[in-house]
């Protein structure tokens, strides 16, 4: 079983609709959680740290159920440029190492 | 966010050469800085923390021969490729991170290498 795993997709999305998907993890352990967009061939980029009580910016809003094991990302009103892989990763380790899991790809079209 | 650079951006090389790719941060001091490297249509995988003034810690199965580390100040990490084979030609990613107001470390990625051996 892989540590972190998500739904590859894709996930086609209208423009300005609502879509929402989930990471699980293995490692009850994990103690820092992100949501990280990746577009093809670039580098990740930072979107946001999850956090207990959840979090919002814009209108992307993260959620951590510590009981279930499992993150989840809302996007709301989507836009195209919100085309891209959404990668769950989690810190479980010392020493801040991260574990990714494969990637939600989202399509958002007109 | 931080600032994290790499170069070169793109290399292309004989098979047998040594390649080196630097990783700065800009606008942070990082202690630690990570290697990644990514096949198509994989995950980052993590190749070594790169610990300033010490020894790189690598991952099982990274042969630390091959994959030279140096971290020799606060901003600049380098990871050489040595005798370089064609089945090393992936995306390597770099990362450097801080510790935000909520006690979170968070982690920035340089753009990346992409490595082609012929």
């Known amino acids: 079983r892989k540590e972190v795993e998500q739904d590859p997709g894709p996930f086609n999305v209208p423009e300005g609709a609502t879509v929402a998907f989930n990471c699980t993890y293995s490692n009850s352990a994990s103690q820092s959680f992100f949501w990280y967009r990746q577009d093809c061939r670039k580098e990740p980029k930072l979107l946001m740290s999850?956090?207990?009580s959840g979090n919002e910016d814009g209108r992307f809003t993260a959620q951590l159920n510590r009981a279930s094991q499992y993150i989840s990302l809302l996007i709301r009103d989507s836009k195209l440029s919100d085309s891209a892989t959404y990668l769950c990763v989690v810190n479980y380790a010392a020493g801040n190492k991260l574990t990714f899991g494969g990637g939600t790809r989202v399509l958002v079209k007109p | 966010g931080a600032v994290v650079s790499q170069h070169p951006s793109r290399v292309i090389c004989k098979s047998g050469t040594s390649v080196k790719i630097e990783c700065r941060s800009l606008?942070?001091?990082?202690?630690?800085m990570f290697w990644y490297r990514q096949f198509p249509k994989q995950s980052l995988m993590l190749m070594a923390t790169s610990n300033e003034g010490s020894k790189a810690t690598y991952e099982q199965g990274v042969e630390k021969d091959k994959f030279l580390i140096n971290h020799a100040s606060l901003t600049l990490s380098t990871l050489t490729v040595t005798s370089a084979h064609p089945e090393d030609s992936s995306f390597y990613i770099c990362?450097?991170?801080?510790?935000?107001?909520?006690?979170?470390?968070?982690?920035?990625f340089g753009p990346g290498t992409r490595l082609t051996v012929t």
């Open positions: 990362s450097a991170g801080y510790f935000r107001d909520r006690g979170t470390y968070e982690q920035y």
């Open positions: 606008d942070f001091q990082a202690t630690t």
């Open positions: 999850v956090y207990s």
